[in-house]
């Protein structure tokens, strides 16, 4: 019999592909006031469960059999106009990839206000207001504008927060998320699973959490429930599960920890970047966007430097303009010895040799009428010479017959050895990795930083390593700067940054950062400084401190008074004279003009 308590009850759930079930006899009761986390390799099931349970499947797909009981409703028993009232209402649904769940051809404002008008009695006027409060709500500053934007004008993170504005715009009794922070940063992933963690509590409605991440599992689930090739293997408490798993499977994807061991680098400099600066025109406007603001570092031969923030704070812009792929405004960068800002067209052609760039999606980065071997003799002299091809494919990992296929044939894993392969083939001495595991799964990702390691080690490459994931630049960098709002706050080692940071936004980053441990649960602590208010507008930025309406230690002068970079006693440098202040010796800081 259903289970009339539940706020969703699965029983003998079965969806096929032709002959091949990719969901068999699945059942799951969750709860009202219910966080259940759903996780497994990527093939597992995770995405066709979750349209399943609104009734839906991708093109062949089709529902065997089963029932799917909502207030006494079973939902595969209804018709699909009928179905259709549910879906928004009552069941929302956060998918994994934003750019193929959006219109391209609808502001991205408008296509909220429809899901919202859809199911309530609302003009145009108050859905589009409605919006612009769920975005601004989800951490989108400039909500307005950002509401006015098309799918392309906005970021992967961004578009992910217009999903869930959709999802949530109605107040569903069930959240169904399939893999709904991938492309978030930290920040906005803690406070959008603290705000579904507490909404669920409040209000006695359930959430599905579909995940690779075993932190996010941890802080936030009250379940945990393994899928492996279409079948529950394990249903637990989220305790017993980190604490002794009942299934083999299981017990492999908890062995998938990560590895902080960094092997040291050398001290001798390679790259110096200096007052670097640039800024981009708004469009249909006399205003410009500032995205890098006076960021100034270097990087060590054999070194890597973890370049961390949220998305919009530069990072990536830092990255394209050391290659000089956008062209600074300001600053001096320095590779070698020679100076990369004053190098002419055919001297900068030379000197990208010996510097290369990954970039963040695999696929978008390769022809896709090449094979992998015209990708990588495009890199190589002579062109056509095979057993380099074979060393370069080697190095990555990969069988030499891959030398014969085409991008679309290869997992994203294998994509981006094959960007890595091209990357090293011309032997740089620096590569910029921009996002260079954003979209791999935890296996492949935990492989591709063993590669990236290996390489460090054999070839002594730099790497300047652009990422918004906390556990994958821990992993890699000897040395690390936050940035926020085109600014560097803080850099220093991993160490100090990770196990001690200084400047307020630093922690508030790192406060974000979960950790696979569920006796220590985000949700249950009460010492996390958090920030409040909204982030400032790159077009009109404060003329002191761009945290201090932000920042729970601002003084008043830190509205007026830009903060420049300082030393803190241990030799990091911070851009907040208050924090060093804090950590300087009573007799210092008498003496101290901070």
């Known amino acids: 019999m259903p ?17 091949r079930a990719a969901i068999s006899d699945f059942a799951l009761t969750i709860a009202p006031g219910e966080v259940v986390g759903l996780t497994g390799d990527s093939g597992s099931g995770k995405s066709t469960l979750a349209l399943a349970l609104l009734g839906l499947t991708r093109g062949s797909g089709r529902i065997v059999s089963g029932q799917i009981m909502m207030q006494g409703t079973d939902l ?64 989108l500053n400039d909500p307005e504008r950002r509401a006015k934007a098309y799918p392309h004008e906005i970021s992967g993170g961004m578009a992910q927060r217009v999903l869930i504005a959709m999802a949530l715009g109605s107040g569903p009794r069930l959240v169904v998320a399939d893999e709904p922070t991938s492309g978030l940063d930290v920040t906005i992933q803690a406070q959008f699973l603290d705000e579904m963690w507490r909404s669920v509590r409040n209000a006695g409605s359930a959430a599905l959490l579909m995940t690779q991440d075993l932190g996010i599992i941890a802080n936030y689930c009250d379940r945990v429930i393994v899928l492996q090739d279409g079948r529950k293997v394990e249903d637990a408490p ?30 001798t400099p390679l790259l110096g970047i200096t007052g670097l600066r640039k800024t981009f025109p708004l469009r249909d406007s006399d205003k410009r966007v500032q995205a890098v603001d006076d960021v100034s570092f270097t990087v060590g031969r054999g070194e890597t430097l973890g370049l961390v923030g949220e998305s919009g704070s530069g990072k990536t812009t830092v990255g394209r303009a050391i290659l000089r792929l956008v062209e600074p405004d300001a600053g001096e960068i320095d590779f070698a010895g020679r100076s990369l800002s004053r190098a002419s067209a055919r001297e900068l052609r030379l000197l990208r040799r010996k510097m290369q760039i990954v970039f963040q999606d695999p696929l978008d980065s390769l022809d896709p009428r090449w094979t992998v071997a ?103 960098s000897h040395r690390v700067a936050v940035m926020y709002l085109g600014q560097i706050v803080e850099i220093g080692s991993r160490k100090q940054i990770f196990r001690r940071p200084l400047h307020p936004y630093s922690k508030a980053l790192l406060a974000a950062h979960l950790v696979a441990d569920p006796s220590h649960r985000r949700v249950d602590r009460t010492d996390i400084e958090a920030l409040s208010g909204e982030i400032p507008s790159p077009i009109d930025l404060p003329r002191g401190c761009y945290l201090a309406g932000r920042c729970p230690v601002a003084r008043p002068s830190c509205s007026d008074q830009p903060q420049p970079l300082l030393a803190a006693p241990d030799g990091r440098l911070v851009r907040c004279a208050p924090a060093i202040a804090n950590v300087l010796p009573a007799s210092l800081k008498e003496a101290s003009c901070i």
């Open 3 to 19: 289970n009339e308590t539940a706020v969703i009850d699965v029983k003998g759930l079965t969806v096929a592909y032709g002959a």
């Open 76 to 139: 595969l028993a209804l018709d699909e106009a009928e179905r259709r009232e549910w879906r928004g209402r009552d069941i929302g649904l956060i998918v994994q990839n934003p750019r193929s769940a959006l219109s391209p051809l609808h502001q991205v404002g408008r296509q909220i206000a429809d899901v919202y008008r859809s199911h309530h009695a609302v003009s145009a006027r108050q859905a589009e207001a409605h919006a612009v409060t769920m975005l601004r709500n989800l951490g």
């Open 238 to 267: 989220t305790k017993a599960f980190y604490a002794a798993p009942r299934d083999a499977y299981s017990r492999s994807i908890l062995a998938r920890r990560k590895e902080t061991t960094v092997s040291a680098a050398a001290a």
């Open 374 to 476: 015209d990708l990588l003799a495009e890199a190589i002299e002579p062109k056509a010479d095979v057993k380099r091809i074979n060393e370069l494919l080697e190095l990555v990992g990969l069988p030499p017959e891959t030398a014969r296929l085409k991008p679309r044939a290869m997992s994203a894993g294998a994509q981006q050895r094959v960007n890595i392969a091209r990357a090293i083939a011309v032997e740089p001495d620096l590569i910029v990795l921009d996002e260079p595991t954003s979209a791999l799964t935890p296996l492949a990702r935990l492989a591709i930083i063993r590669l990236l390691r290996s390489l460090q080690e054999r070839l002594g490459v730099s790497y300047v390593f652009i990422s918004h994931d906390l556990n994958t630049v821990e992993e890699m």
